[in-house]
């Protein structure tokens, strides 16, 4: 069928942002395909890409803005069913309400009784006026988003290390590889592009390979020597390396010389870290530590990619600063086909985190305790603003349990099913006392929520993401948004300058509020202010971020539209953009060596639950499963597995297709055993995506000190065979209600 226009885009699933051309016909997307002179995927896609956009024509979108009938008192609050719950509102009248339960907190208890979560998925404009309305109108830091769930710890490392914790290679770079370690990445199912560039780097270019992994993944096929941990083990196998290298004079004298600090202390921690003493913790053979030390070092160039097997883990920041530290050793980094690389998960990640959805940064990583910074966003916004850091998202959910948090803006997350202990999650949302969610579809959270707002998809506007390797690149409206849909910017910066207008019209009712300060300030600025909150168009919002960040200067609307994409940093209008970083230096000036000792502060087996649950992803579906199970993706895995070894399997006398209950100290689901040599005996691995039998049930609280990510890699299961399908609390949920997956107590 021809379509009739063919619009350029970015998919909106995952951090390598391949280039894709919509393909409309009568306001669908009749299919999609890959522009092959286009960086970063050159005309490739994964299953995803191609197939699985069809999630912004399912029947469940949201259309209008819903206002729950019933309040909902604090400590008491639960799920709404539609359509009996919630009746649908003109924009007015939910803005308004929002505006004024919003402020009503803000004045009564304080601009840091409301945190919000920013949005991965959404745009870097969509995100930087989120940020720019939680701080410079309602007065508070407490923006966050899923990144302290997924890279947190790497972010943690790499700031400590380097200074800086974007990936340092490019994507086009990859297939020109000599040498590279893959680990805690699956990256042919949650990276399927640039799993195709690193396997044509070992095919075609002859490329040494070592994997680093307990699961048996596709890249294990492709690798030279794969060496399979214990999970939770890695600072020790590193480490080893590391000893290695050392023992036999293989590390890089002149790079450790010129570039790095904290080398003899770093070289004092590794004695007795022996490949024989490292086996003994990881299970891995002492004389594949050594080939793979050996590999590493002596290569001319070699590269290091990981991912949440690394990050995701009360130790996540002491792993990646062991990968960190090798790179250091061996000089490999700063040159072409060396680096760092965490890959990012969502498809603006990158960009939510550069856009200033963390809670101690305005964009690019400026600090908000930094004076000068402060100086000059109050100038840009002309407002006051918290020298106070914000909560992360982790500190969010306790904060609601303590009574610190009483509202909360969820802008396009879902953390009911991405938290670790959803029973800890689901009870601590019970006692807000007011929720705004705003999202393209109902989902676990929002249902909880007192207002819903309905946003565009990626498909429905104008704006731009920014992929794994730092490159800023186009969203383009294709179709018109769903009913009274709008564009998450849009939705923001009405509800700023309501708010702001109503701040001045109420101020002096509030004098005694801790926001009065504030209040003052925004009531002498509000004609500047609302002035400058109207935005005409996306670009207007990028003009206006670049303005206040050094490092995307040079990157404008025109230049990405003709260069298909530039890199940040950016600093001036005739600069190429950077594909690859540290060429010369590192931002904190020397990289610095930071010693780590192995040690594991994870729930480990034991009698009563003698497994260790892996948690993780499916190449066909997207986290809670919202997007993907409301799209085609859907009928290739219809439901959860909960992958086991055979000999596992075996001494249980269970099979594939058997019903298990997998429980843990948090809780428990049940779900479909299949048996399969991909985990590691002991380990059973299940994908996080299906509501049904939601893997956060069973995961652990604890979080990685310095960088506050859960441990998603490790915690303590028991598994029975279970006599009939589930029938569970928690499993009616909004995407039965909409009829997108079967009700699993159905007959
Ligand atoms: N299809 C699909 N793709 C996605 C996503 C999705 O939901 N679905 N999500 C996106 C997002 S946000 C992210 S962050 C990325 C994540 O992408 P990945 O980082 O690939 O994520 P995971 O599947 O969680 O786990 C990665 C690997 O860690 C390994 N692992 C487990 N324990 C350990 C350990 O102790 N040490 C080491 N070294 N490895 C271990 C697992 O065996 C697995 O191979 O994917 C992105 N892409
Ligand atoms: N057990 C376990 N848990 C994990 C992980 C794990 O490996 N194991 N990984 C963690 C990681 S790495 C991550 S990144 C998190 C992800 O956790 P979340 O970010 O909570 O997960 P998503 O399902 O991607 O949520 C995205 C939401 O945004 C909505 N959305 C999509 N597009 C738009 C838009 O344009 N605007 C708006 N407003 N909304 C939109 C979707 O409908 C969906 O509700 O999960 C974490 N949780
Ligand atoms: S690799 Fe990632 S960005 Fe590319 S098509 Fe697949 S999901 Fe989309
Ligand atoms: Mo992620």
Redesign the pocket.
Known sequence: MQADQVIGST?P??????QVSLNIKDEHILRVEAPFDAAP?YGR??V???FGLDYVHHQSRLKAPLIRHTPQPPGQRSPARYPDDWHEATWDEALDLVVRRLLELRWQHGPDSITANACAKATNEDNYLLQKYVRGVLGTNNVDHCTRLCHAGSVAALQLAIGSSAMSNAIAEMKNLECFIVTGSNTTEN????GTFLKEAVHQNGAQLIVVDPRQIEMTRFAHLWLRQRPGTDTALFNAMANVILKENLYDEEFIAARTEGFEEYAQSLQGKTPEWAAEITGVPAEDIRAAARIYARAKAAAIYWGMGISQSTHGTDNALTLVNLALLCGHVGRPGTGLNPLRGQ?NVQGCSDAGGMPNVYTAYQPVTDPQVRLKFEKAWHTCLSHQPGLTTTEMVDGILTGRVKGWYVMGENPLMSEPDLNHARQAIQHLEFFVAQDIFFNETNVYADVILPAASFAEKDGTFTNSDRRVQRIRKAIPAPGQARADWEIVSELARRSITRICQAADEHTDSPSADMDRVICHSSEQMLAEWIYAHPSEIWEEMRSVTPDFYGITYQRIDQEGGVHWPCPTLDHPGSPYLFAKSFPRGRGKFWPVAYGTDSELPDDEYPFTLSTGRLLYHWHGGTLSRASALTDIWPECTVEMHPQDAGHLSLQTGDWVDVSSRRGAITARLLVTGRSPQGTVFIPFHFVEAAANVLTDLRLDERAKIPDYKVCAVRIAKATAAPIRPGAETPLTQRGTIKDPTAP
């Open positions: 998919c699933y995952c951090g390598v942002g391949c995927n896609l994964c995803k890409g191609r990276h399927p592009v640039i498809n």
